[in-house]
């Protein structure tokens, strides 16, 4: 009971409708061992529950744009993904395979190597770069936050905010932790309103969800998209 108060409160709080919330998920399927099936079924399912977009890696872009082409949902390829470590060129050739199969989100991971050495000039030349290759279309930078500590996470906004990228997403999910709320908040208080804010890894729940949107997430990387909606319906039904 004392659970559900507190996801009541919150809902309440941030004036939450099954429609808004839907559309404020990126619901993903990243896995190395996902069968083209499981790939389809998933993508079905999120075009159902009308998430924002539907994530996948970009060689399964085609095959996931068969879903989505006559829906709302967008499809959102992960770029890079989850090292980061291929070079701008190898990033840029990807970004525009996957826009020729269908994307229209690019989340892509930066060389955190090159953040941690300092190397702020490739670090703000690359991300402009992909963005250049996005050529208009939705672009997320993945920082990947358990491997920076404050100083690194308030660099990389910084050099964020010279690139036009749409959004800064917390995590490739891949790493040793997640989204947190107080890196959610400290990405909000630099970027302020000149991008988007995404929390991703770890997501699992609706309270974890609602926590983080409180927190300034624009956006709710998740592979748990489905359970979250139906929490959200099951708690304002009771």
Do not use: W
Not at 29 to 43: G, Y
Not at 138 to 146: G, V
Not at 157 to 177: E, M, P, W
Request: contains cysteine.
């Amino acid at each position: 009971m004392v659970y559900s108060n507190q996801i009541l409160r919150l809902i309440n709080e941030m004036n939450l409708t099954y429609e808004n919330l839907s559309l404020k998920i990126d619901n993903a399927i990243l896995k190395p061992n996902m069968k083209i099936s499981e790939i389809e079924a998933f993508c079905y399912q999120s075009v159902k529950y009308q998430f924002a977009s539907v994530a996948v890696n970009s060689g399964f872009a085609s095959i996931a744009k068969c879903f989505t082409k006559k829906s709302s949902t967008k499809l959102c390829c992960a770029i890079g993904f989850p090292l980061g470590l291929t070079s701008v060129f190898c990033k840029v050739v990807e970004i525009k395979d996957a826009i020729n199969s269908g994307a229209d989100e690019l989340d892509f991971v930066i060389n955190i190597g090159r953040l941690k050495s300092h190397d702020y000039f490739y670090i703000e030349n690359e991300i402009k770069e992909l963005v250049k290759a996005a050529k208009g279309k939705t672009t997320k930078l993945i920082i990947e936050t358990c491997y920076l500590n404050k100083n690194e996470k308030i660099t990389i906004c910084r050099c964020a905010l010279n690139t036009g990228v749409d959004f800064i997403k917390t995590s490739t999910g891949f790493g040793k932790n997640g989204a947190t709320v107080d890196d959610v908040r400290l990405i909000k208080s630099i970027v302020k309103s000149y991008c988007k804010v995404k929390a991703a890894g770890g997501i699992k729940n609706l309270k974890d969800a609602l926590r983080l949107i409180r927190s300034g997430a624009d956006r709710i990387g998740t592979n748990s998209g489905v359970k979250i909606m139906d929490e959200f319906k099951k708690m304002i039904k009771t």
